[in-house]
C-alpha cells in the first residue's frame, strides 16, 4: 500500500502552501500531474478521489512560512501527513525529503504514480478554493487570476495597496525591493 503526497502553493508569494497525502482505495480513472488538468477536470476528480481514498489535508499560513519558513513547514507537513495516515510507504513529488525519516521521494512523481496525482490534485483544488476566499475579502489584489503567484498584475497590487494579511513577507521580490514600506 502507497501513500502519495504532493503540495501546491510552496511558490505563491500569498496564501497557504498545502499538503495532501493520499491512499487510494480504489481507482480513479483520470489522473494526472494537476498542472496538467484543466480546473474543471481537477473539481470532478477531486470528489472521486475524497470518495475513493483515505486522505489528510494540512494548510501552513503565510505567518507560518514568514516565522519558520518553507522548508521547516515542509517538513512538518510531511510527518503530519505520515502520523495520519498509516501506510506501508509513502512517496513526495519532487527531489528532497526535508530530512523526513521513511519517505521516499521521485521527480514528477504527481504525474506518473496514481496516489500521487491524486494528492497533487487534493493539494491543488484545496489551494485553489482557500485563494478564491480570500479573493472575496480582498477584491483590489485579484487573486482569483493569479491564485496569489507573484505575476505582474500581483505586483502591481502590492505596490499600490501594501500588503495584505495572506502575503508571504519573507518572500522577498526584486521588483517590491524598493517600494514596500
Known amino acids: ?15 497557504d502552501l498545502v499538503i ?17 488538468l484543466t480546473e474543471k477536470k481537477r473539481e470532478s476528480l477531486f470528489e472521486l478521489i475524497i470518495k475513493a481514498s483515505s486522505y489528510h489535508i494540512v494548510k501552513f499560513s503565510a505567518q507560518s512560512i514568514d516565522a519558520d519558513g518553507i522548508s521547516k513547514c515542509l517538513a512538518s507537513g510531511l510527518r503530519e501527513i505520515m502520523k ?11 527531489n528532497t525529503t526535508f530530512g523526513v525519516e521513511g519517505l521516499s521521494t521521485m521527480v514528477k512523481a504527481d504525474g506518473e504514480i496514481a496516489e500521487v496525482s491524486a494528492a497533487s490534485i487534493l493539494a491543488k483544488v484545496t489551494h485553489d478554493r482557500d485563494i478564491l476566499k480570500e479573493a472575496l475579502k480582498y477584491p483590489e489584489y485579484h487573486f482569483e487570476k493569479h491564485k496569489g503567484y507573484g505575476t505582474k498584475l500581483h505586483i502591481e497590487m502590492i505596490k499600490k495597496h501594501g500588503y495584505c494579511e495572506i502575503h508571504r513577507r519573507s518572500y522577498k521580490l526584486k521588483a517590491l525591493e524598493a517600494t514596500l514600506f
Do not use: H, Q, T
Open 1 to 15: 500500500m502507497l501513500c502519495g503526497i504532493d503540495e501546491a502553493g510552496r511558490g505563491p508569494i500569498a496564501g
Open 84 to 94: 495520519n495516515l498509516k501506510c506501508e510507504e509513502y512517496l513526495f513529488d519532487g
Open 20 to 36: 495532501a497525502g493520499c491512499i487510494l482505495n480504489s481507482p480513479v480513472d483520470g489522473l494526472n500531474d494537476s498542472k496538467k
